[in-house]
């Protein structure tokens, strides 16, 4: 089935890379895409901006530069809000709705908290990959929210997607995406009956190939009526 895929960058002035970097990873998706995908691309800094909307056209994917700027501070989780209110929300007829972070995982000064935003695209099954650039704090505590390494990690394996360290090469990262939206993702949904829906319940998934690596999401409390 088709796949709609939010690019995400990190367009904040400190980010330790350049605009030209940024703009090769939309532009990796170009040949990548399959029919009746769909790829938006947003930049981030205080607020999310559009800079390319739903496309399937790889000359739309390839031209991206001119539109890139770095300013401001990284707000990642309130871009991460938006994205999947406005952007994600209204495309949940779609099972494979992903977004590919690109940046460091450092957020300042979201109003959204990190717990409240991983929840949130848990439970619309959005599922989240990360291209971590550099980590522009040197891997600093962070007073509340995870240090960014372990932001963008725990939005992927949260959510189960992939985080790709920086010394990937960005047109396999994108590829194995891209293979895995095509070819090797499931849905399986399970509904307990006669249950009190507050306690935790674990599943076993289990498969007879021993080459066969399985990720899916982590658990997460339901919410609160």
Same mark, same amino acid.
């Given at each position: 089935t088709p796949a709609r895929i939010v690019v995400l960058l990190d367009n904040s002035a400190t980010l330790q890379t350049d605009v030209k970097k940024l703009a090769g990873v939309p532009a990796a998706?170009?040949?990548?895409?399959y029919e009746g995908d769909k790829v938006m691309v947003i930049g981030y800094d205080t607020k999310p901006e559009v800079i390319k909307d739903?496309?399937?056209?790889?000359?739309?994917?390839?031209?991206?530069?001119?539109?890139?700027?770095?300013?401001?501070?990284?707000?990642?989780? *309130?871009?991460?809000?938006? $994205?999947?209110?406005d952007v994600l929300r209204p495309e949940v007829g779609f099972s494979k709705r992903v977004i590919v972070i690109v940046g460091d995982g450092l957020d300042r000064d979201s109003s959204i908290k990190f717990d409240q935003i991983l929840a949130t695209l848990q439970d619309e099954n959005i599922t989240v990959y990360a291209i971590q650039i550099k980590d522009r704090t040197r891997g600093a505590l962070r007073k509340d929210a995870p240090k960014p390494a372990e932001a963008?990690?725990?939005?992927a394996v949260g959510t189960g997607g992939k985080l790709y360290t920086p010394d990937i090469d960005v047109k396999?990262?994108?590829?194995?995406?891209?293979?895995?939206?095509?070819? *090797?993702?499931?849905?399986? $949904?399970?509904?307990?009956?006669?249950?009190?829906?507050?306690?935790?319940?674990?599943?076993?998934?289990?498969?007879?190939?021993?080459?066969?690596?399985?990720?899916y999401k982590a658990y997460h409390p339901p919410r609160a009526k």
């Open positions: 998706f170009s040949p990548e895409i739903w496309t399937d056209k790889p000359d739309d994917l390839q031209n991206t530069l001119e539109l890139m700027r770095k300013t401001d501070s990284p707000r990642l989780f *309130d871009a991460l809000n938006v $994205t999947m209110e963008l990690e725990k939005l396999q990262a994108v590829k194995e995406i891209c293979d895995e939206l095509r070819n *090797d993702r499931y849905q399986l $949904t399970y509904y307990p009956e006669g249950i009190n829906p507050i306690n935790k319940r674990l599943l076993l998934v289990s498969s007879s190939d021993p080459t066969l690596k399985m990720r």
